[in-house]
């Protein structure tokens, strides 16, 4: 059975950072290229950044130059590093890796 735990969401002004974690079981995110996407309010979720199959990472445009995403092998986790935050990333902010999701973590970023 797959779980992916989300970590690291939280309340944070316009231009901080935050550093969310996904920690997989189940799953191996050396093999399952794993990915964060995010749902505002009335929208639909959408892709932030992810693995592509060789491993290299890709990005929405809205979040380009601004987010990381990496991954440690060793503890089966992916990151999503948030730098320069603006209020319309506020989201739930959700792991995926194949078929299966994590429960989401809220990010707020206020004016």
């Known amino acids: 059975q797959v779980q992916l735990v989300e970590s690291g969401g939280g309340l944070v002004q316009t231009g901080g950072s935050l550093r969310l974690s996904c920690a997989a079981s189940g799953v191996d995110f050396s093999i399952e290229p794993g990915g964060w996407y995010r749902q505002a309010p009335g929208k639909q979720r959408e892709l932030v950044a992810g693995f592509t199959r060789r491993g290299a990472p890709v990005y929405a445009d809205p979040v380009k130059g601004r987010f990381s995403i990496s991954r440690d092998n060793t503890k089966n986790t992916i990151y999503l590093q948030m730098n320069s935050l603006k209020p319309e990333d506020t989201a739930v902010y959700y792991c995926?890796?194949?078929?299966?999701w994590g429960q989401g973590t809220q990010v707020t970023v206020s004016s």
């Open positions: 995926s890796a194949g078929f299966d």
